[in-house]
């Protein structure tokens, strides 16, 4: 495990606030079960979206703006699960997000 040090600017509940070494701007740690619950607030909200036709299919409905946000938030949620499993570290929810897709 690498032991870098970083600078912690607040240590709020659900939404410290710090900044890596070598990054310029400070970034927001977000919960893995906190990350997992936006995940699935946006996973419900596309669900609710109805198809766009095919000449307003794009990233520029919302539809696809919530595709783009929820693959986001997927991606960050499989490296988040990938780094605890590799140090042994139970998730905080019942299922991985990789194991919970159809």
């Known amino acids: 495990m690498d032991e870098d040090r970083v600078e912690v600017l607040s240590r709020q509940s659900n939404a410290a606030v710090v900044r890596m070494p070598g990054r ?3 970034g927001v740690v ?3 079960d906190s990350l997992r619950i936006l995940y699935e607030l946006v996973k419900d909200a596309r669900a609710m979206v109805p198809p766009s036709s095919a000449t307003d299919a794009g990233e520029d409905d919302a539809g ?17 699960e990938s ?6 570290i139970p998730l905080p929810y019942v299922e991985a997000v990789g ?3 159809k």
């Open 24 to 26: 310029k701007f400070p």
């Open 30 to 32: 977000i919960q893995g």
């Open 64 to 80: 696809g703006l919530l595709e783009e946000a929820e693959g986001l938030l997927r991606n960050s949620l499989t490296v988040y």
């Open 83 to 88: 780094v605890l499993k590799a140090h042994g």
């Open 99 to 101: 194991s919970s897709e």
